[in-house]
């Protein structure tokens, strides 16, 4: 069965960004077999997260390890099953788990994080 993965990268072909820094997501869809596309490219909207903060009634940062911009990302990355990334600090780490998503700090090349995640979830499934 297929599972969702979310990257962070500049270009699509290497993990390469922090979390915190990371202004879009891409999106891939990995079979078990290991074969995988990416599927999509989702963009954070900073009037979604500003939008959001309004509602809670605090600052809004659009970017980082606040809490507002936090939700955001976990709702925007809520069908994905891992994260890969170059970096991620504690409390974002802590916050997507919270939501499902696993967060991992993957290797550059993208086709080795992949092999290495799809391993990882064939074991822990």
């Not at 960004?17 to 596309?37: D, M, N, V």
């Not at 086709?111 to 995640?117: D, G, L, N, S, W």
Request: charged share 25%; aromatic share 8%; hydrophobic share 35%.
């Amino acid at each position: 069965m297929a599972y969702r993965v979310a990257i962070t990268s500049s270009d699509g072909n290497q993990i390469d960004q922090h979390f915190g820094k990371s202004k879009s997501f891409y999106i891939l869809e990995i079979e078990e077999t290991g074969e995988w596309e990416t599927i999509e490219l989702r963009e954070v909207e900073a009037s979604k997260v500003e939008e959001l903060a309004k509602k809670l009634g605090v600052k809004c940062e659009c970017a980082g390890h606040n809490d507002v911009y936090l939700n955001y990302v976990s709702s925007l990355l809520g069908d994905c099953t891992y994260l890969l990334t170059s970096q991620i600090g504690a409390k974002p780490y802590n916050a997507l788990q919270e939501n499902n998503i696993n967060s991992l700090e993957a290797p550059r090349d993208l086709a080795v994080a992949i092999e290495k995640v799809n391993s990882f979830h064939l074991k822990t499934k």
